[in-house]
Each structure stands twice: as C-alpha cells, then as structure tokens.
T-cell receptor, first 116, second 113 residues
Framework: AQKITQTQPGMFVQEKEAVTLDCTYDTSDQSYGLFWYKQPSSGEMIFLIYQGSYDEQNATEGRYSLNFQKARKSANLVISASQLGDSAMYFCAMREGSNSGYALNFGKGTSLLVTP | NAGVTQTPKFRILKIGQSMTLQCTQDMNHNYMYWYRQDPGMGLKLIYYSVGAGITDKGEVPNGYNVSRSTTEDFPLRLELAAPSQTSVYFC????????????FGEGSWLTVV
C-alpha cells in the first residue's frame, strides 16, 4: 500500500500567489516525521520543512508552512508569495520507526510551475 | 563541511558491466541509505544500514549489493548492469530516530546502454 500519496502530478501558480501542495500519509506508528523536499531541475534534494507527529503547532520555515491535520493524516505544503525560482518538483516524505531503519518513504511528487 | 559525498556524479555503463557507487559521510552518522529515482518518480529505497557491519534490503534491492565496513562509507555495488538500472542514485545519512536531520548527497546519474 502506498504510504505517501500526492494526488497532484502538476500544478501551476502565478508569481506572488500562494499555492498548496497536497500530501496524505498512512501509518500506524504514533511517532513519525513528515518532510517536504524540493528538487529543482539540477537534481539535488533540498530539505524544506519538517513536522513531527507530536508537534502541536504547524511547522513554518520562511515562505513555507506545513498544514498538519493529524486526524485526517494530511500534511499539505503551503508556499506563500510564489517566486519563479519555486518552479521544481516537490516531494512529501515520511519517516517512521517501523520502516527500514527510519528510512524516508517518498511520494511520487508534484511538479510546480510558477508563471510570471 | 563535506556532508555526504557521492562519486561518480555521472557514469555510462554497458550492459553486463559492474561498478561501485561510492558514498562517504563525515558526520559520524549511524544510519545510511541508498535510494534510486527513476524519471518522474519519487525516491525508492534500495538498501540501508543502521551501523557498521549491519545492512538490510529496502524496497528495490535486486541487482545491487552493499557493504558497511566503516561508519563513514556505504558503497553500492551494481553487478551485471541492466538498462533497468538507468536511474539517479542518492545516498543519504542521519544520526538516528525520526528527527529531521537527514542529509542527501548530490546524486549520481547512471545510464546503462
């Protein structure tokens, strides 16, 4: 069964607008971590934001925020004031203790294109 | 700071050849991982290690082998390369637990022809 589901293969947003990238997850662990990574066309994996399962507040990092809804098993990434440089692939991932040495389990990604 | 270093960055292999992707980290991390990423897809776990001398299979281990003789190094061996192994390979490391300190290498682009 898919552990991380990203239902939006591609998204468009206009520069300076906000955009939400969806992510749902499946786990029976009580302790887990949720991550978002950005992968530009150059290929490197850039860490954006992290949310622990016990964190009561939604994580924020600059223009990135994570809308964490634990009961719905949802961890959506919100990018505010989009910039052209935000055009990239975005991956949601989960880390849980019961999985392969705490390895990250990735979704298939969402391709974001920011237009002028 | 070096972090996680992967070599080579690019390589073209012929079918049936073998090669080793090198991965070294200088952060004294216990956990190390090898992932592959096929075009347009997320990363899939090939092998992982929770410490020197301890390795285990991930989701897609067929056609690969690993070893972990030291804390720093976690090489990935491709035996009898096949076109299906054309992919981008990422090495990653972390200390332990479900925290957010996971470091990725820059990736190795491998083409098998």
């Amino acid at each position: 069964a898919q552990k991380i589901t990203q239902t939006q293969p591609g998204m468009f947003v206009q520069e300076k607008e906000a955009v939400t990238l969806d992510c749902t997850y499946d786990t029976s662990d009580q302790s887990y971590g949720l991550f978002w990574y950005k992968q530009p066309s150059s290929g490197e994996m850039i860490f954006l934001i992290y949310q622990g399962s016990y964190d009561e507040q939604n994580a924020t990092e600059g223009r990135y925020s994570l809308n964490f809804q634990k009961a719905r098993k949802s961890a959506n990434l919100v990018i505010s004031a989009s910039q052209l440089g935000d055009s990239a692939m975005y991956f949601c991932a989960m880390r849980e203790g019961s999985n392969s040495g705490y390895a990250l389990n990735f979704g298939k990604g969402t391709s974001l294109l920011v237009t002028p | 700071n070096a972090g996680v270093t992967q070599t080579p960055k690019f390589r073209i292999l012929k079918i049936g050849q073998s090669m080793t992707l090198q991965c070294t980290q200088d952060m004294n991390h216990n956990y190390m991982y090898w992932y592959r990423q096929d075009p347009g897809m997320g990363l899939k776990l090939i092998y992982y290690s929770v410490g020197a001398g301890i390795t285990d299979k991930g989701e897609v281990p067929n056609g690969y082998n690993v070893s972990r003789s030291t804390t720093e190094d976690f090489p990935l061996r491709l035996e009898l390369a096949a076109p299906s192994q054309t992919s981008v390979y990422f090495c990653a490391s972390s200390y332990l637990g479900t925290g957010n300190t996971i470091y990725f290498g820059e990736g190795s682009w491998l083409t098998v022809v």
